[in-house]
């Protein structure tokens, strides 16, 4: 009788519990993820995959655009108005800056307290809309090596455990994984890079030293003059002189750049014209990893030429 009893009660006991599960489920108010804001593809990607469903992760800088030539919409500052935290890489994505005047719950964010930055070889390069963003002198394009996509990820796991206490665990675990896989993709595009018969190459935009110095190239010549301007015909004269010099048969420009007047001239040079991505956002470059493993692969076939 004493077992029956015992198993009645734990019966009612667990139908208590359910019950309570239920009506809590039932009635407690929905959570909404809150929203996030970052200024170009890699940052969104690295966001998403520590932050998960808990944020809304809006891209502001659409696939494709240059960020040395973009201006937000009045469209698009009204999302960017939704975000609590605001992710950006600093210098060439200052111009979201302004938006902070209109967003006064946003805090911008920038990534780069903990970043080793490489100063341009041409102090004349300009980034951002600003005299005070084109004066400076330090190359922001510091993403395109993995390395620094792993700081970057402690540096936003930090900001978002902090902002958001309650799922702090979950941005941490998440944060690890993605680590470990992007210590395993620098690994992997280090070895890769490490069977090139020929590490020397030539790029229009001076934008690739981090990724340079992270895989083992050497760039010996940038051949744009400033964001959005083709190289003149002396640029060319030097770049012909420069890859026969160096047994280059391949230069790299970006798809954010414009090249197609250039394609004939390049031809007659003998030279191949490759696109090397810094932003990515949309197939076959969709994701963070994806972006540098593509542009290394792209280095590889243009070393099989």
């Known amino acids: 009788m004493k077992n029956i009893r015992r198993i009645r009660l734990l019966l009612f006991l667990a139908f208590v519990m359910t019950w309570q599960a239920l009506c809590h489920a039932a009635f407690a ?14 940052l969104v ?19 494709g655009a240059s960020p040395h030539t973009f201006d937000l919409t009045p469209g698009q500052v009204r999302e960017v108005q939704k975000a609590r935290l605001i992710f950006k890489i600093g210098v060439i994505d200052d111009w979201v800056d302004g938006v902070a005047e209109s967003a006064p719950l946003a805090e911008i964010v920038s990534l780069q307290k903990h970043i080793s930055l490489k100063p341009f070889h041409d102090h004349g390069h300009a980034h951002g809309g600003t005299e005070a963003a084109q004066s400076r002198e330090f190359d922001p394009h510091y993403w395109l090596d993995a390395g620094n996509g792993i700081i970057m990820a402690r540096d936003i796991t930090a900001r978002l455990s902090s902002f958001d206490p309650v799922h702090a665990f979950f ?44 895989y083992g190239l050497d760039i010996i010549a940038t051949f744009q003059p400033a964001p959005g301007r083709e190289p003149a015909p002396r640029d060319l004269q030097k770049l012909y002189a420069q890859s026969r010099t160096y047994k280059i048969k391949a230069v790299f420009s970006e798809p954010q750049l414009p090249t197609a007047s250039l394609q004939p001239l390049l031809e007659d ?8 991505d810094p932003l990515g956002g949309a197939s076959p470059t969709d994701s963070y990893v994806k972006l540098l493993r593509r542009n290394v692969e792209t280095i590889l076939r243009a070393d099989a030429l």
Do not use: M
């Open 29 to 42: 108010p929905e959570k909404k993820p809150f929203y996030i804001a970052a200024t170009i593809f890699p």
């Open 45 to 63: 990607d690295i966001i998403r995959n520590i932050a998960g469903d808990e944020a809304r992760v809006i891209q502001i800088l659409p696939a």
């Open 269 to 276: 040079l003998g030279l191949r014209l490759f696109v090397l």
């Open 171 to 214: 941005y941490k675990r998440n944060s690890l994984r993605y680590q470990q896989e992007l210590l395993g993709l620098d690994q992997e595009l280090k070895k890769s890079c490490a069977s090139l018969k020929n590490n020397k190459i030539i790029v229009f935009h001076d934008g690739w030293r981090y990724f340079a110095a992270a």
